[in-house]
T-cell receptor, first 111, second 115 residues
Framework: AQSVSQHNHHVILSEAASLELGCNYSYGGTVNLFWYVQYPGQHLQLLLKYFSGDPLVKGIKGFEAEFIKSKFSFNLRKPSVQWSDTAEYFCAVSNDYKLSFGAGTTVTVRA | DGGITQSPKYLFRKEGQNVTLSCEQNLNHDAMYWYRQDPGQGLRLIYYSQIVNDFQKGDIAEGYSVSREKKESFPLTVTSAQKNPTAFYLC??????????????FGNGTRLTVT
């Protein structure tokens, strides 16, 4: 069974700081990779996804993620965070009809 | 507006009672999913359905049951056999059931508390 690991449970940053959230998965075959975000009081929504092509993918709100196949990783980055980026971030992997999620990382951005 | 509606938002039940959580979508999506979200554990798949009248167990199906009699509806029953039912339950749907890279659309969730 595939598994998804997110390295940090809670990250606290100041505005304008850079953010990087780690994500590793265990499955060795072809995978599709996603980052979802859950803002306070809102439903989960897609931030970005990768399924083929350029391993550096850009998503909404200035986020990007890099797929490194040799490291089984799909880390999320943002060069300069804003207070509104405070949310919970989930990495997810799919190699069939099911989507497996990591445990999530809570990001708190201080003004 | 198209979307996924989960009701109620908060649900309280006594231990030993079955309870059914509603999930309705008007997105005309074929595939629907139920996840359970617990602090520090992320989302875990309970059941999923690729098409009407068909569904499969996810990773933590024990103590749960589902039905898929209509395309737009995928109710989840939490039975008294579920050892730790208090959790936040999320319903999701996917437009293309045959695509592995099609993203999920989520509802707002139901928080179930069993005492």
């Amino acid at each position: 069974a595939q598994s998804v690991s997110q390295h940090n449970h809670h990250v606290i940053l100041s505005e304008a700081a850079s953010l990087e959230l780690g994500c590793n998965y265990s499955y060795g075959g072809t995978v599709n990779l996603f980052w979802y975000v859950q803002y306070p009081g809102q439903h989960l929504q897609l931030l970005l996804k990768y399924f083929s092509g350029d391993p550096l993918v850009k998503g909404i709100k200035g986020f990007e993620a890099e797929f490194i196949k040799s490291k089984f990783s799909f880390n999320l980055r943002k060069p300069s965070v804003q207070w509104s980026d405070t949310a919970e971030y989930f990495c997810a992997v799919s190699n069939d009809y099911k989507l497996s999620f990591g445990a999530g990382t809570t990001v708190t951005v201080r003004a | 507006d198209g979307g996924i509606t989960q009701s109620p938002k908060y649900l309280f039940r006594k231990e030993g009672q079955n309870v059914t959580l509603s999930c309705e979508q008007n997105l005309n999506h074929d595939a629907m999913y139920w996840y359970r979200q617990d602090p520090g554990q992320g989302l875990r798949l309970i059941y999923y359905s690729q098409i009407v009248n068909d569904f499969q167990k996810g990773d933590i199906a024990e103590g749960y049951s589902v039905s898929r009699e209509k395309k737009e509806s995928f109710p989840l029953t939490v039975t008294s056999a579920q050892k730790n039912p208090t959790a936040f339950y999320l319903c999701a749907s996917k437009e293309d059931r045959s695509s592995y890279n099609s993203p999920l659309h989520f509802g707002n969730g139901t928080r179930l508390t069993v005492t």
